[in-house]
């Protein structure tokens, strides 16, 4: 499947449901690098993406970036709440309290 996301990219198409994938493709596979570098344009795309700034924590995270992981997360939680997506506002809150208890 990653591969052909990556191939609809070298084509010329970007947009935040394609950097999506890529970034979930490359954190499944444990790239956590990979997988940021993606996530970050899908949310530059659109701020919104609660689900991506969902992702985009566990990438940090996966780093060992807690400080990444903490501003995806926060960013996330407000993008979150602007909306009305209870059940991401409700992961990033705990992904948050457990980041804080792990320092």
């Not at 979930?24 to 919104?48: I, Q, S, Y």
Request: hydrophobic share 45%; net charge positive; charged share 30%.
């Amino acid at each position: 499947m990653r591969e052909s996301l990556e191939k609809m990219l070298a084509k010329g198409v970007d947009n935040s449901l394609l950097r999506f994938g890529l970034g979930k493709a490359w954190l499944d596979e444990g790239n956590g690098a990979e997988a940021a570098l993606h996530l970050r344009r899908c949310v530059e795309f659109d701020p919104k993406y609660s689900a991506a700034w969902k992702l985009l924590g566990k990438a940090y995270q996966v780093q060992g970036d807690v400080a990444g992981a903490r501003q995806a997360w926060t960013e996330g939680l407000a993008a979150a709440q602007a909306h009305g997506d209870k059940q991401a506002e409700k992961e990033m809150t705990v992904f948050l309290r457990k980041l804080d208890k792990a320092v």
